[in-house]
């Protein structure tokens, strides 16, 4: 299966669309934000500037994720592809990666990009919710992503919590960062031929199709 790399604003959709992709085709999901997340809590230095980037909703610094990276899509359960959520996220990441999957001896894959308003996914923020345990995404302001028991975790009962950075203040530095340094690579994935958009504002079952479709090579 061909790896997958997502780009999209804050709260465009990566997390939940890879998720199905991930568990229906049994490909690792390797979301920075949850190793990142996963990182913060410890109470070292690191732990506390991830934690204080994190919360004003900037990038965290290129070397810290290029560790994280490169361990983790050197473990054996990525030799057939994987789906990247929110790496590379600036230029240089991008350059770097080019570098990594080379030495490495893998591919590149597709890039699909996730086009939503900057309105619709800053209403997504408010009602945004994810499982505590699994890191299942749900959201309170659409029906078809609602947990079927209210703040429980439809997969595995725990409770629901609210991501920290997941505010108005720092969404609008979140969304700033993303036009800045993430856009940019739009137009670089389209240069070498790989780069795909799909419309994320159909709904998921639309959107999935299209994935699917762009992953057969249709
Ligand atoms: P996300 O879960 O993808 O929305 O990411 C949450 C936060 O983690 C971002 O606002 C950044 O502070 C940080 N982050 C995630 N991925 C990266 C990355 N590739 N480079 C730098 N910072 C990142």
């Given at each position: 299966?061909?790896?997958?790399?997502?780009?999209?604003?804050?709260?465009?959709?990566?997390?939940?669309?890879?998720?199905?992709?991930?568990?229906?085709?049994?490909?690792?999901?390797?979301?920075?934000?949850?190793?990142?997340?996963?990182?913060?809590?410890?109470?070292?230095?690191?732990?506390?500037?991830?934690?204080?980037?994190?919360?004003?909703?900037?990038?965290?610094?290129?070397?810290?994720?290029?560790?994280?990276?490169?361990?983790?899509?050197?473990?054996?359960?990525?030799?057939?592809?994987?789906?990247?959520?929110?790496?590379?996220?600036?230029m240089?990441?991008a350059?770097?990666?080019?570098?990594?999957?080379?030495?490495?001896?893998?591919?590149?894959?597709?890039?699909?990009?996730?086009?939503?308003?900057?309105?619709?996914?800053?209403?997504?923020?408010?009602?945004?919710?994810?499982?505590?345990?699994?890191?299942?995404?749900?959201?309170?302001?659409?029906?078809?992503?609602?947990?079927?028991?209210?703040?429980?975790?439809?997969?595995?009962?725990?409770?629901?919590?609210?991501?920290?950075?997941?505010?108005?203040?720092?969404?609008?530095?979140?969304?700033?960062?993303?036009?800045?340094?993430?856009q940019p690579l739009i137009e670089y994935y389209n240069k070498k031929?790989?780069l795909?958009?799909?419309?994320?504002?159909?709904?998921?079952?639309?959107?999935?199709?299209?994935?699917?479709?762009?992953?057969?090579?249709?």
């Amino acid at each position: 299966m061909k790896s997958i790399i997502f780009i999209a604003p804050p709260a465009g959709g990566k997390g939940t669309l890879s998720e199905i992709i991930c568990s229906k085709y049994n490909m690792p999901h390797i979301s920075t934000g949850d190793l990142l997340r996963n990182a913060s809590q410890f109470e070292d230095e690191r732990g506390k500037y991830l934690k204080e980037q994190m919360g004003l909703g900037t990038l965290i610094r290129d070397d810290i994720i290029f560790d994280l990276i490169k361990e983790r899509i050197n473990e054996p359960d990525c030799d057939s592809g994987y789906v990247l959520d929110g790496f590379p996220r600036n230029m240089e990441q991008a350059e770097v990666y080019d570098q990594i999957i080379k030495d490495s001896g893998k591919n590149l894959g597709c890039v699909i990009v996730l086009d939503i308003s900057k309105e619709l996914a800053s209403k997504r923020i408010s009602g945004r919710l994810s499982c505590s345990n699994c890191g299942r995404v749900y959201n309170s302001n659409f029906d078809e992503m609602k947990p079927k028991m209210e703040n429980v975790c439809d997969d595995c009962n725990s409770p629901l919590i609210k991501r920290f950075d997941d505010n108005a203040d720092t969404y609008e530095v979140r969304y700033q960062t993303y036009l800045d340094k993430t856009q940019p690579l739009i137009e670089y994935y389209n240069k070498k031929n790989i780069l795909y958009h799909v419309d994320v504002t159909k709904g998921i079952d639309y959107a999935i199709g299209k994935i699917e479709e762009i992953i057969r090579g249709e």
